[in-house]
């Protein structure tokens, strides 16, 4: 996987490199497991699924990037990486990047609507970032 798509990021200034850090690392693997965990809970409401799920597949797709070595200036930029960082496909990364628009209208605009099969989706993207995450770990 070559990172020169990461290091075009850096030259225009939407990444910073910054070394890696194993506790960062265990702890952000640790935050998405929690959330991943939860937001499989059928007895949350479908906003709280979503909402769990949305910030695991950040902490993951965040830990992919730090153990890059490098820090993003947005969250969206985080989900941008992925195909970079983990090699996430073009499919599960549009699955993503629905999400975090569904999530800007429900943090921004008061959306609340969750559509299932969006969650659904969404909750097997993030497994699949767990599992390629938690290989880039010590």
Same mark, same amino acid.
């Given at each position: 996987?070559?990172?020169?798509?990461?290091? !075009? +990021?850096?030259?225009i200034?939407? +990444?910073? @490199?910054? @070394?890696?850090?194993?506790?960062?690392?265990? =702890?952000?693997?640790?935050? =998405?497991?929690?959330? +991943?965990?939860?937001? /499989?809970?059928?007895?949350l409401? %479908?906003?709280?699924?979503?909402? #769990?799920?949305?910030?695991?597949?950040? %902490?993951?797709? +965040?830990?992919?990037?730090?153990?890059? =070595?490098?820090?993003?200036?947005?969250r969206?930029?985080?989900?941008?990486? #992925?195909?970079?960082?983990?090699?996430?496909?073009?499919?599960d990364?549009?699955?993503?990047?629905?999400?975090?628009?569904?999530? !800007?209208?429900?943090?921004? &605009?008061?959306?609340?609507?969750?559509?299932?099969? #969006?969650?659904?989706a969404?909750? /097997?993207?993030?497994?699949? #970032? &767990?599992?390629?995450? /938690?290989?880039?770990?010590?």
């Amino acid at each position: 996987m070559s990172s020169a798509e990461l290091e !075009n +990021l850096v030259r225009i200034g939407q +990444l910073h @490199p910054e @070394p890696p850090d194993d506790d960062e690392l265990r =702890g952000l693997i640790h935050s =998405g497991a929690v959330r +991943l965990k939860d937001a /499989r809970s059928p007895r949350l409401s %479908a906003e709280s699924r979503f909402d #769990l799920a949305y910030n695991a597949a950040h %902490a993951f797709a +965040l830990a992919a990037l730090r153990a890059r =070595g490098f820090r993003a200036r947005s969250r969206y930029l985080v989900f941008q990486a #992925l195909p970079h960082t983990l090699g996430l496909e073009s499919s599960d990364w549009r699955v993503l990047d629905q999400a975090h628009r569904k999530r !800007n209208l429900a943090e921004y &605009e008061g959306e609340a609507e969750i559509d299932e099969a #969006l969650l659904e989706a969404l909750i /097997r993207v993030v497994t699949q #970032l &767990e599992d390629r995450a /938690r290989a880039l770990t010590p």
